[in-house]
């Protein structure tokens, strides 16, 4: 007896469509998930409730100062981003670029780890932040002289995202 | 003797002889006598130049020393963390209503243009002129903004003059407190050049109409003073200029004798002498003297505009000015406060003069007269943050003397957070009345003896301190339980032994949240004798699953997990996660036997609740001197101490504590969202902890006497309605964010009997979260093939494509 006879047979046909339907939006969510592009912080201001959106933000004004040379103003935007929303990935990785860029490898991945604690599995967002982790990460230990290990890493972000990573870093209009 | 007496007698004896002699000795001793007295006089005219002289230059040295050097003593001030307003604001849960009015900010009536510093609160709309705020990093500018509302949250914020929307603003960080000098003396410096010229010209009309012309002290004013005064028989007026009464307040006592007054009148012409008209002006303007606001005491201008009108000095309006300076004479008596009717009759005189003198018209006037007093509201402050201060205070000490802390007018920005410090104190302290209430038996008559108690609030990702109440009321007792005591833990220690238990090492055994413990009868040898943990119900409960043994607190489970383990590895466990405190191996360790601090278990939680990360504890994020320079920038570290799938399996552990444990009373008045949680109550329930954290906070709330003495209540009971009732007022009830599963931690369906994996068939299955790796093998029911689920799942997926695909 095919499922199909089973479902008629039993008056399971509504049951079977939900199932259905259910099943093939959660494909279609699955297979339209942005895996793959590298995430810019100005693509998600619209994700999240309302004070991850204005969390994201002020983490925009941050690269945006940090564009304009303001480093610390930049900083004092990432805190106040922080502090509406504290769970927020982003800041963090904005945070990690940041202290890349100054050579301070120690707090780069201090905040390389609060990110990874803070994205989930299941985040539609994480195969966009790979790249950044693993490349940030890599530029991190690159400088503490850990060059085999951040060699793998730079090469496994360059693979992931090579318009970005192709050069080995991350600068602030990329991640912006 | 007897030539001293010749000599003396013998002038009377010749003089009449001489006399008698004729007219020109007499003449000749005239002059003799003359010369005499020229040279006495001279001696005295001599000696009284030169002392005068030497009091003069005495009195120059101190002026020049006070003139020169630092003339103002300036307490250091501190700030809270800034409130910020962004979309999504629930602006009555964040009282933005109360925070306007704790920083001056005005009502203004609705459609009228807005000066900075007001704000209007109309029915679906909030307007407000924030003020800038100065800062060398993180300045804001001042500007007009429209809070547009729907229900009780912030839809939109608009900018009026650019017709831009606004993702976020900050309001100023309101001050927490200063560390004064032995004076008390709060004071905010101006300069001249920054005062709107109708406020000095309200200051002369009253106090000193002459200034620009006088020499220091001001003869005509005297001159009426002295007949206003002999007419009223009494003195009723003063003729003191303002160079005068700055030399007054600067150096001398405030007795009224003639030798002071001539100092004063000297003191005054040296400093005309030495200094310039607006340099003693400046001076006169930061010194004078407002009053009297609580136990300090408000001196200069720039601080009289900021407690009076909540507003910086240079936007005052003439109605304003003209209230400072009428002030002068009397601030405590006509404190508009208090005596508003009297407050406001000076000012208008004050307005009078300003229009007889020709500084203002007629027009001008009329329109400050015709306006109210429009003060900025004194609030009763409930946030206590002295105890945070003092915290600060250590901090600083390091860096800092103290003397500069009074003196040099530092700006000191923390991280606490105003409205989460005021939901703090507010709770502990009516959660303790409550519980005196209920238990008449805790009520100690000595306040000094009372029930204690402290909560901490934390932020997990960056260990800021958001909240800290070192004590129920800091007038008895400046004693901070949560930074200075130590304390036993009671149970609020064992998640630690269950993370050293549930963290991965290579060679030894690793219990799953799947695994079960036995809670039988345990008995260890110790050195001080045999030890035999029981539990709180007095019972066993033999085979117990890891979850249940924490949920329930079970004593005797958890000491036996402790020993299989290796009492040395929870010590490590719980050194890395922050406890700073010495920890003894001894077997009733893992039962909180071990004292220590509030602080310490905040931020140890915190440790678990950011994933494994464990923050460096935060209180300041800079200081900033009175010149606007960084002195210091305080900036957030964190190092990960734990792996971020063994934090998670802990959270989700205490999660089950906040659901169905012993913290399950958490959620009674309906809290919804994530929670972890565990009490903590100690041998003779002597100390009561509960220990909760939400994705964004930790709070640690403690309770227990300073001397030793068993409450008697369990903390459920006692700890756990004051934590409830904090969390529960700052979210409203419901707790953003989650807990976020790291890809090490996977989720399997286990049978809770025997913690095998469960495939079809099982009776009974439930979800459990498992390390990578660590899986259950075995499988229930017994004798199934192990992953037979998976290919049962996999084998209906297909059936139902293939039918699907012959349906389309």
């Given amino acids: ?176 | 003797m007897a030539r001293t007496r010749k000599r003396k007698t013998s002038p009377r004896k010749r003089s009449p002889q001489r006399r008698s002699r004729g007219g020109r000795r007499p003449a000749k001793r005239a002059r003799g006598r003359l010369r005499t007295v020229v040279f006495i006089l001279a001696i005295v005219g001599f000696a009284a130049g030169f002392t005068t002289s030497v009091v003069v230059v005495h009195l120059d040295r101190i002026v020049r020393t006070r003139f020169d050097g630092q003339r103002f003593r300036v307490p250091s001030r501190v700030y809270s963390a800034p409130a910020i307003i962004y979309p999504g604001l629930d602006v009555r849960l964040a009282d933005l209503r109360g925070a306007f009015v704790r920083l001056g900010y005005r009502a203004a009536e609705a459609n009228r243009s807005l000066p900075e510093g007001q704000y209007s609160w109309e029915k679906n709309r909030i307007r407000v002129h924030l003020r800038a705020f100065d800062h060398p990093t993180r300045s804001e500018p001042p500007r007009e903004v429209v809070l547009e509302i729907r229900g009780d949250s912030i839809d939109e914020i608009r900018e009026p003059s650019s017709r831009r929307t606004v993702g976020a603003v900050l309001l100023e960080p309101e001050q927490l407190g200063a560390y004064y000098g032995p004076d008390r003396t709060q004071r905010e410096l101006v300069r001249l050049d920054e005062l709107p010229p109708l406020l000095v010209e309200a200051i002369l009309a009253v106090e000193d109409q002459r200034f620009e012309t006088h020499p220091g002290i001001d003869l005509r004013r005297i001159g009426g003073a002295l007949l206003a005064n002999l007419r009223a028989g009494s003195i009723r007026q003063g003729g003191s200029t303002l160079t005068q009464q700055l030399v007054k307040n600067f150096f001398l006592t405030p007795e009224r004798t003639f030798e002071r007054k001539a100092q004063e009148a000297v003191m005054a012409l040296i400093v005309e002498l030495r200094y310039d008209k607006r340099e003693i002006l400046e001076a006169y303007l930061n010194e004078i003297y407002f009053g009297q606001r609580g136990s300090t005491e408000i001196h200069g201008v720039g601080e009289a505009a900021l407690r009076f009108f909540g507003k910086r000095v240079n936007s005052l309006d003439l109605a304003e000015s003209a209230l400072l300076a009428a002030l002068i004479q009397s601030p405590n008596a006509i404190s508009p406060y208090r005596n508003p009717k009297g407050a406001r009759a000076r000012r208008d005189l004050v307005l009078g003069l300003m229009a007889t003198q020709g500084r203002i018209d007629e027009a001008q006037r009329a329109a400050a007269t015709s306006q109210t007093l429009n003060l900025a509201s004194i609030t009763a402050d409930p946030s206590d943050a002295r105890y945070f201060l003092d915290l600060l205070r250590v901090q600083l000490s390091e860096s800092y003397d103290p003397e500069v802390l009074s003196s040099q007018g530092l700006k000191i920005y923390s991280t606490l957070e105003s409205r989460t410090q005021r939901l703090a104190a507010i709770a502990l302290r009516e959660g303790i009345a409550e519980l005196e209430r209920d238990h008449p038996e805790l009520v100690e008559a000595d306040p000094s003896r009372a029930l204690q108690g402290c909560i901490i609030a934390m932020r997990p990702q960056t260990g800021e301190i958001l909240a800290l109440v070192g004590g129920r009321d800091y007038q008895v007792s400046q004693f901070d339980r949560c930074t200075q005591a130590r304390r036993q833990a009671g149970s609020a220690f064992k998640p630690f032994v269950y993370l050293a238990a549930l963290e991965p090492r290579i060679g030894g055994p690793s219990i799953t949240l799947a695994s079960r413990l036995d809670d039988s009868p345990l008995e260890l040898a110790t050195p001080s004798g045999p030890w035999a943990p029981k539990n709180f119900d007095l019972e066993f409960h033999g085979e117990v699953s890891v979850r249940e043994a924490l949920e329930r607190s079970l004593n005797v489970a958890t000491a036996r997990l402790a020993q299989e383990v290796g009492v040395g590895r929870v010590v490590d466990i719980a050194h890395r996660l922050g406890i700073e405190s010495h920890l003894p191996l001894v077997p009733s360790l893992a039962l909180g036997t071990a004292e220590v601090s509030p602080l310490e278990m905040a931020r140890a939680y915190s440790s678990i609740a950011g994933g494994g990360v464990r923050p460096q504890v935060h209180s300041i994020e800079d200081l900033v001197d009175p010149k606007g320079n960084t002195l210091e920038r305080r900036e957030l570290h964190h190092e990960r101490v734990l792996d971020e799938g063994t934090a998670h399996l802990a959270t989700s552990l205490l999660q089950g504590v906040a659901h169905r444990g012993t913290a399950a009373g958490v959620r009674a008045t309906g809290i919804r969202g994530p929670i972890a949680a565990k009490t903590g109550t100690s041998d003779d329930e002597r100390d009561l902890w509960f220990v909760g954290y939400t994705p964004e906070l930790v709070a640690v709330v403690w309770i227990g006497f300073d001397e030793p003495r068993s409450v008697g209540l369990a903390s459920s009971r006692v700890a756990l309605p004051i934590w409830r009732r904090f969390v529960g007022e700052l979210t409203g009830g419901e707790i953003h964010g989650r807990f976020p599963r790291p890809q090490s931690v996977r989720v399997v369906d286990i049978d809770p009997l025997t913690g095998a994996r469960a495939v079809w068939g099982c009776p009974e299955r439930k979800r459990e979260l498992f390390l990578e790796g660590t899986e259950p093998t075995d499988v229930c029911p017994r004798g199934a093939v192990a992953g037979a689920d998976e290919e049962g799942f996999q084998r209906t997926q297909r059936l139902f494509f293939d039918w699907l695909r012959r349906q389309l």
């Fill in chain 1, 1 to 176: 007896m095919s499922l199909a006879t089973s479902a008629r047979s039993c008056g399971a046909w509504p049951v079977v469509i939900a199932l259905a339907i259910g099943l093939a939006s959660a494909c279609a969510g699955t297979l339209g998930a942005p895996g793959g592009t590298p995430l810019r912080i100005s693509q998600i201001t619209d994700v999240g409730d309302s004070r991850r959106q204005a969390s994201v933000r002020l983490v925009i004004e941050g690269l945006d100062a940090e564009l304009a040379g303001a480093a610390l103003r930049a900083l004092g935007r990432y805190e106040r981003a922080i502090q509406i929303d504290p769970g927020n990935p982003f800041v963090y990785l904005a945070l990690a670029r940041y202290y890349v860029s100054i050579a301070d490898a120690e707090r780069a991945l201090e905040n390389l780890d609060r990110v990874q604690s803070l994205l989930p599995v299941d985040s539609r967002l994480s195969p966009r932040v790979e790249p950044h982790v693993l490349g940030l990460r890599g530029g991190a230990l690159q400088e503490l002289g850990r060059t085999t290990e951040a060699d793998r890493l730079l090469a496994r972000a360059r693979q992931l995202a090579p318009s970005v990573w192709g050069d080995a870093r991350l600068d602030v209009r990329e991640l912006r």
